[in-house]
């Protein structure tokens, strides 16, 4: 019995022992906490990480370069002729067409005749003008003689200064209706009192639309029955969203797509942008002057506006390498075996999952590409 006993108490250290022995060695292998070994130091603005830390292996670097880069911004734009090489030809006084000289397509320079009309309010306007011109004839008649008789002693200074004021009322009243007619290219020392009209080009271009037909009366207060254009430049007004603003002040060319020829691309170069802001569709006009001797861009045809930002070499980072806190952007910059600075950076452009850099790093500089935000939590 007592033997027995022995042999129980004997089998049950063993298992203890063993038992024991399994825990020990279980807890030798038992891993380490990576947090824990992982271990990184903050000195002010300079991340410390530790040789044996398991964190370096999430860690990847690049080093800073420049590359070429093109900024492209695409919209919608409508074609339009240049307003000082466009014109609407009206009647300046009512009458009937008398004779028509101008035809589509037709070129013109300034003084192409293009219609004639008999006109009774310009029959009184040249009678106006005879008038004036016979009165300032005579009112220097007058001061001449004025003149004369004082310098022989027989006429006065008072009679002088009568008809030198008589002279310049007549010659004023002379030039308003000279001034008058030739604003419509008359040739005054050709006229003839009751003469028709002849209306004629004030540009140089090609007759685009005309219905006008002889004997038809026109009134002075019609709209255009004529247009004139020189085509050959033309401008292209695209509509920039004011979000894009920026991007459109740094661009200096744009290139115009139209949907009947998407195998053409035509060069413009950004006239002009708006300084006002249409409210409703929050957005800026942009005009583009375009060569058009092919015709292609016609008025009103609707297009595409591609502005091309003029190639320019820049720094690009990967999104992942930019850290965020609060309102400012910031990279990890490798200053050492190990060592990685905050630097803040001023960025600019995002495009295709990079970030343009437009202050804050130089080429040449390593900084982290990836994994920067396992080492937000050093201390």
Not at 124 to 151: C, G, H, M, P, Y
Not at 247 to 253: F, T
Not at 272 to 292: F, G, P, W
Not at 326 to 341: A, E, R
Request: charged content about 25%.
């Amino acid at each position: 019995m007592k033997a027995t006993t022995t042999k129980k108490y004997t089998a049950l250290a063993k298992l203890l022992f063993i038992s024991f022995m399994s825990l020990h060695l279980l807890g030798c292998h038992t891993p380490v906490d990576p947090e824990k070994e992982a271990s990184m130091t903050l000195r002010g603005d300079t991340i410390l990480v530790h040789q044996a830390a398991q964190v370096k292996s999430y860690l990847k670097t690049i080093k800073v370069q420049k590359e070429l880069h093109q900024l492209e911004l695409t919209t919608t734009g409508t074609v339009k002729a240049i307003p000082n090489q466009y014109a609407e030809i009206t009647a300046p006084f009512s009458g009937r067409v008398t004779a028509v000289h101008l035809k589509l397509g037709m070129k013109t320079k300034p003084g192409t005749p293009l219609f004639e009309i008999a006109s009774p309010e310009f029959t009184e306007s040249q009678k106006l003008f005879f008038q004036a011109k016979t009165a300032f004839q005579n009112a220097s008649l007058i001061l001449k003689r004025q003149q004369d008789l004082k310098v022989n002693g027989v006429g006065s200074e008072r009679d002088v200064e009568e008809a030198k004021a008589n002279y310049e009322i007549a010659q004023k009243e002379y030039e308003h209706a000279r001034a008058a007619l030739q604003i419509f290219q008359i040739d005054i020392n050709k006229l003839i009192l009751g003469q028709s009209l002849l209306v004629r080009s004030p540009i140089s271009g090609e007759v685009i639309t005309h219905d006008i037909v002889v004997g038809q009366y026109i009134k002075s207060d019609e709209p255009s029955r004529a247009k004139i254009a020189d085509l050959s430049q033309v401008w292209v007004v695209g509509m920039v969203k004011e979000q894009d603003l920026n991007l459109i002040s740094k661009l200096d060319v744009a290139e115009i797509s139209i949907a009947a020829f998407p195998d053409k691309k035509i060069k413009g170069t950004i006239y002009h942008i708006d300084e006002i802001l249409n409210e409703d569709t929050r957005s800026v006009q942009v005009l583009v002057a375009c060569q058009n001797s092919d015709k292609l861009l016609k008025p009103g045809l609707y297009v595409s506006v591609n502005f091309i930002e003029k190639a320019s070499d820049v720094i690009f980072i990967p999104e992942k390498s930019l850290l965020q806190y609060n309102d400012q952007s910031y990279v990890l910059v490798q200053i050492g075996q190990d060592q990685y600075l905050k630097r803040p950076v001023k960025t600019g452009i995002t495009d295709q999952g990079k970030v343009q850099v437009i202050s804050g790093l130089t080429v040449g500089e390593c900084i982290i590409s990836e994994g920067a935000f396992y080492l937000l939590n050093a201390k």
